[in-house]
């Protein structure tokens, strides 16, 4: 892993930008444990300063340091992101290496399921749904429901993998060995995939994270809990842009900027690193 992230370092400039760009929400989220203030708690500072050396982000109508409370909001983001792609991956991989090596019958049924996911739409449903249980949302309630409806495209990708990988020679070799489905999936089939559910982990993390926000705008998150999405639904409530605290609705927008840049440098990096043929290129061989 260290070599590869060096190459990456030496070879590729999208890595280099979005290594730094996470390092700065690296450091954010390292902050978060040391914040002189509770975010729970309002009240705590001045209200309405502008950015200063002495508050970064400036303070808002609450009474909160904004960089501060953005630091819990990287957190909190990340934290969802993870969750939900842990979640979407354990599912899409099942599907994927299920499907992909038993064919016949179990793979039109899964793909049928499979299917059906990739063209309902996920933001009306979790709309309602965030609605249906807004008096008990939490980060990690919403994270779950993102993962449950966030796997199908890359199950369908593992799938496709797997039915290469069932026509060659080491998988023949080891049926005819007799080693059974299970161990051939696990052993075999799963290192050859995981690339690929590293890379689409990343662009998974960017979708939950993106829909985060748009539900917390709407105040279907958990508002409570400091979020980006949260972020923007306390400066709208308060009207932040009329009263002119400007930085309150600036500071998730530039977090959010640098944290998606990030993620999408470097999952658009490993994701040309994964194919041979580009890699090679890129070093020069």
Avoid: C
């Amino acid at each position: 892993m260290i070599k590869v992230i060096r190459d990456l370092l030496r070879f590729d400039g999208r890595f280099r930008a979005g290594f730094i760009f996470l390092l700065l929400i690296l450091v954010m989220l390292i902050l978060s444990w040391f914040s002189p203030y509770d975010m729970g708690k309002t009240f705590q500072v001045g209200m309405d300063k502008p950015p200063s050396l002495k508050y970064i982000f400036g303070t808002n109508t609450r009474g909160q340091d904004v960089f501060y409370w953005m630091t819990f909001a990287v957190r909190n983001s990340l934290y969802l992101g993870i969750v939900t792609a842990v979640v979407s991956r354990v599912i899409a991989i099942i599907v994927g290496l299920t499907a992909g090596y038993n064919g016949g019958l179990i793979d039109k049924a899964l793909m049928s399921i499979n299917d059906s996911f990739v063209v309902i739409p996920v933001l009306p449903i979790l709309i309602l749904v965030s609605f249906l249980v807004r008096e008990h949302m939490s980060i990690t309630i919403l994270a779950v429901f993102l993962g449950i409806f966030g796997w199908s495209w890359d199950a369908r990708l593992i799938r496709s993998q797997v039915l290469s990988l069932k026509e060659r020679s080491f998988t023949k070799t080891a049926l005819y060995s007799g080693t059974r489905s299970f161990r051939i999936t696990m052993t075999e089939h799963l290192p050859f995939v995981l690339p690929v559910v590293f890379a689409t982990t990343i662009n998974n993390m960017i979708w939950s994270i993106g829909m985060e926000v748009t539900l917390g705008v709407l105040g279907l998150s958990s508002i409570t809990t400091p979020t980006i999405g949260s972020t923007i639904y306390w400066a709208n409530s308060h009207q932040a842009l009329i009263a002119g605290i400007w930085w309150w609705l600036a500071a998730p927008i530039v977090v959010s900027v640098v944290l998606f840049l990030g993620l999408y440098l470097v999952f658009s990096s490993v994701n040309e690193y994964i194919d041979p043929r580009t890699r090679l290129r890129r070093m020069g061989a």
